[in-house]
């Protein structure tokens, strides 16, 4: 037999199965890829990006630019995530499989964005990308890490989110921001009555993630001082914020859960009526004099005295003049993003400073309604695979943020709400019927006895 036609050696099987076994120190490095993007997200703002010079929500730049920092090292993350477990482009596609809402979502924002593309050119198409596309990429990865990674991962988002709280207090109690309240690349916001823009640089993308980390941590195996220790320094924080759809969502939702809590630990033998009575009196009680420590410090001015129709919510009705101002071509496939904003700038809105301040509307005039219908259907086939996954608190966490997300142009425009909103979900159902492990008592030394002994005569 010559050289050209004897068979090639084959590996040993050993070899083979080391080849497809998962690497672990791929994961501990997609893992931690994790954590620096999430960190990211959260403390490099816009505003604080065009402190540092990088035109990232500024009308010109180039295009790099105009991807959020976290970006990078989340696709690092997911490269090593696939990697780990052999072929890349099969892993991809095998975890898509296992997660058909999850790849419906994803396939959708694509299709979205491809039409955006072709449609109105590369123009103010970017938050697709930071926006939409970056939560199925953490999904993607987050999906493939052990339980015990996920809660490390869970502890650090909501440790980064009660740090932003803090800092958010600070800031009301000095009057002064941290980082400059700017927008649009360095146009600076002046408000009549202060809000802290803390990490995430705007008030409202600061409530929306309070609350959320508000109602998620229902789901978290807390001792009761705790849970009340850590619910009642976010609500501080959401009234710092000043985001009224945040705040009143959050309460509204954190009374029904404590209703449907009581009734279920009466039904269960847990509590007695006595409880229930005693917790009412206190709540009497401390529930005025709370309201009035409150009003008293000026926190959530904002919210208590604008609980009636101001400009801010004007601007939320009067955005749905702008069908007066289409044809039905352009209802039906859309318009470009410059097209939107003289639009906003004909029925009124002020420019940089005002915005279509409904997501489900600005897309709806971007993509048409054969594009946003697409558009609508990954959405909530992605929310709904949130959902499966979610615990009680978590499932109010997921309403509050789709009716409050609703009242702005948030998932319209550049935000990391929706990644970390999928990244802290994600986290939580790591929590699930789990329960931390009692505390160790420390090794009691031996009792040393003495015994007597004597001579027997």
């Given at each position: 037999?010559?050289?050209?036609?004897?068979?090639?050696?084959?590996?040993?099987?050993?070899?083979?199965?080391?080849?497809?076994?998962?690497?672990?120190?791929?994961?501990?490095?997609?893992?931690?890829?994790?954590?620096?993007?999430?960190?990211?997200?959260?403390?490099?703002?816009?505003?604080?990006?065009?402190?540092?010079?990088?035109?990232?929500?500024?009308?010109?730049?180039?295009?790099?630019?105009?991807?959020h920092p976290g970006d990078y090292p989340l696709l690092m993350a997911l490269a090593c995530s696939?990697?780990?477990?052999?072929?890349?482009?099969?892993?991809?596609?095998?975890?898509?499989?296992?997660?058909?809402?999850?790849?419906?979502?994803?396939?959708?924002?694509?299709?979205?964005?491809?039409?955006?593309?072709?449609?109105?050119?590369?123009?103010?198409?970017?938050?697709?990308?930071?926006?939409?596309?970056?939560?199925?990429?953490?999904?993607?990865?987050?999906?493939?890490?052990?339980?015990?990674?996920?809660?490390?991962?869970?502890?650090?988002?909501?440790?980064?989110?009660?740090?932003?709280?803090?800092?958010?207090?600070?800031?009301?109690?000095?009057?002064?921001?941290?980082?400059?309240?700017?927008?649009?690349?360095?146009?600076?916001?002046?408000?009549?009555?202060?809000?802290?823009?803390?990490?995430?640089?705007?008030?409202?993308?600061?409530?929306?993630?309070?609350?959320?980390?508000?109602?998620?941590?229902?789901?978290?195996?807390?001792?009761?001082?705790?849970?009340?220790?850590?619910?009642?320094?976010?609500?501080?924080?959401?009234?710092?914020?000043?985001?009224?759809?945040?705040?009143?969502?959050?309460?509204?939702?954190?009374?029904?859960?404590?209703?449907?809590?009581?009734?279920?630990?009466?039904?269960?033998?847990?509590?007695?009526?006595?409880?229930?009575?005693?917790?009412?009196?206190?709540?009497?009680?401390?529930?005025?004099?709370?309201?009035?420590?409150?009003?008293?410090?000026?926190?959530?001015?904002?919210?208590?005295?604008?609980?009636?129709?101001?400009?801010?919510?004007?601007?939320?009705?009067?955005?749905?003049?702008?069908?007066?101002?289409?044809?039905?071509?352009?209802?039906?496939?859309?318009?470009?993003?410059?097209?939107?904003?003289?639009?906003?700038?004909?029925?009124?809105?002020?420019?940089?400073?005002?915005?279509?301040?409904?997501?489900?509307?600005?897309?709806?005039?971007?993509?048409?309604?054969?594009?946003?219908?697409?558009?609508?259907?990954?959405?909530?086939?992605?929310?709904?695979?949130?959902?499966?996954?979610?615990?009680?608190?978590?499932?109010?966490?997921?309403?509050?943020?789709?009716?409050?997300?609703?009242?702005?142009?948030?998932?319209?425009?550049?935000?990391?709400?929706?990644?970390?909103?999928?990244?802290?979900?994600?986290?939580?159902?790591?929590?699930?019927?789990?329960?931390?492990?009692?505390?160790?008592?420390?090794?009691?030394?031996?009792?040393?006895?003495?015994?007597?002994?004597?001579?027997?005569?």
């Amino acid at each position: 037999m010559n050289a050209t036609t004897e068979p090639r050696p084959s590996l040993p099987r050993s070899r083979l199965l080391r080849a497809h076994q998962p690497q672990p120190n791929l994961q501990a490095a997609a893992a931690v890829l994790t954590a620096l993007a999430l960190l990211a997200y959260l403390v490099l703002s816009p505003a604080l990006l065009t402190v540092l010079g990088i035109p990232y929500d500024a009308p010109y730049g180039p295009f790099w630019f105009k991807l959020h920092p976290g970006d990078y090292p989340l696709l690092m993350a997911l490269a090593c995530s696939l990697a780990a477990c052999g072929n890349p482009l099969v892993e991809g596609l095998r975890r898509l499989r296992a997660q058909p809402l999850l790849a419906a979502y994803l396939a959708a924002v694509v299709l979205a964005f491809a039409y955006s593309l072709l449609r109105h050119g590369p123009s103010g198409s970017a938050f697709f990308i930071d926006t939409l596309m970056m939560p199925a990429v953490a999904a993607l990865v987050l999906v493939a890490l052990g339980d015990a990674r996920l809660r490390g991962l869970c502890r650090l988002l909501l440790a980064a989110v009660v740090a932003n709280a803090v800092i958010g207090l600070v800031e009301v109690a000095l009057q002064r921001h941290v980082v400059p309240y700017t927008v649009a690349g360095g146009v600076a916001v002046i408000e009549d009555k202060f809000r802290a823009t803390a990490l995430l640089g705007h008030p409202l993308e600061n409530a929306l993630l309070t609350s959320v980390a508000l109602l998620a941590a229902l789901d978290l195996p807390l001792p009761s001082l705790r849970r009340w220790a850590l619910c009642g320094l976010l609500v501080l924080a959401l009234l710092a914020f000043g985001g009224r759809a945040s705040f009143l969502l959050s309460a509204s939702a954190l009374l029904v859960q404590a209703v449907l809590r009581a009734r279920a630990g009466l039904r269960a033998g847990r509590y007695g009526y006595l409880h229930i009575v005693g917790a009412l009196l206190v709540g009497l009680i401390a529930a005025p004099a709370a309201a009035a420590a409150v009003w008293k410090s000026g926190l959530g001015a904002r919210i208590f005295q604008g609980l009636y129709l101001d400009d801010s919510a004007s601007v939320r009705l009067r955005i749905f003049e702008v069908f007066d101002h289409l044809d039905g071509y352009d209802l039906l496939f859309g318009i470009a993003p410059q097209q939107i904003q003289e639009l906003a700038l004909r029925i009124g809105l002020s420019q940089n400073l005002e915005a279509i301040e409904n997501f489900w509307l600005f897309m709806l005039l971007l993509l048409g309604v054969f594009g946003f219908l697409v558009f609508a259907a990954g959405l909530g086939a992605g929310l709904y695979w949130l959902w499966r996954c979610a615990g009680s608190g978590a499932r109010w966490a997921l309403l509050v943020f789709l009716i409050t997300a609703s009242t702005t142009n948030s998932l319209a425009s550049k935000t990391s709400a929706l990644v970390l909103l999928f990244a802290l979900l994600c986290c939580l159902r790591a929590y699930r019927g789990w329960r931390p492990p009692p505390p160790q008592a420390w090794p009691v030394p031996p009792r040393r006895i003495g015994m007597r002994t004597g001579a027997i005569a």
